[in-house]
């Protein structure tokens, strides 16, 4: 089973930052988008493990 969640991502400054409503707690990082996104994904695989 594939979960979807929604990201919402800003930059600010040389990083990007992230976050998804659906599973609060779920923040990522990142200097790179797609470095932005894994990190987020880690979070919220994390999250859901408990």
């Known amino acids: 089973m594939r979960n979807e969640f929604t990201a919402i ?3 600010d400054g ?3 930052i992230a976050y998804c409503a ?3 707690g779920a923040n990522g990082q990142g200097k790179s988008h ?3 996104m894994a990190s987020l994904r880690e979070a919220i ?3 859901k493990e408990n």
Do not use: D
Request: hydrophobic content about 40%.
């Open 34 to 36: 797609e470095e932005c």
């Open 22 to 24: 659906e599973v609060p």
């Open 14 to 16: 040389p990083w990007y």
């Open 9 to 11: 991502v800003e930059r």
């Open 45 to 47: 695989a994390l999250i």
